[in-house]
Nanobody
Framework: VQLQASGGGLVQPGGSLRLSCAAS????????LGWYRQTLGNQRELVADITSGHSTNYADSVKGRFTISRDTAKNTLYLQMNSLKPEDTAVYYC???????????WGRGTLVTVSS
């Protein structure tokens, strides 16, 4: 499975961005898709994930502001980020977890900078 994330950029506090992650390869065996983020010197942390049944899970810090979704027909994962804060600044990564094997695949990150 190959994952390609896009949509990062510079946005002012209170603004919005939508990240996309296009999956290719053995997409039919993908179970959970997720967004993670990482800042310099810190561990990568879960932002949100969504199962093949579209059950979602969010980090407390983004609940009510971010929405994760997946378009199965387009093999694409999305993260709608609203009311962005400076502390949301990070490199955002998408991850796919496979059915049965639970192998994880990571895409390259996309940088989100929230600053005035």
């Amino acid at each position: 499975v190959q994952l390609q994330a896009s949509g990062g950029g510079l946005v002012q506090p209170g603004g919005s961005l939508r990240l996309s992650c296009a999956a290719s390869g053995n997409v039919f065996r993908i179970d959970t898709l997720g967004w993670y983020r990482q800042t310099l010197g810190n561990q990568r942390e879960l932002v949100a994930d969504i199962t093949s049944g579209h059950s979602t899970n969010y980090a407390d810090s983004v609940k009510g502001r971010f929405t994760i979704s997946r378009d199965t027909a387009k093999n694409t994962l999305y993260l709608q980020m609203n009311s962005l804060k400076p502390e949301d600044t990070a490199v955002y990564y998408c991850r796919a977890e496979m059915q049965v094997s639970h192998m994880k695949y990571w895409g390259r990150g996309t940088l989100v900078t929230v600053s005035s």
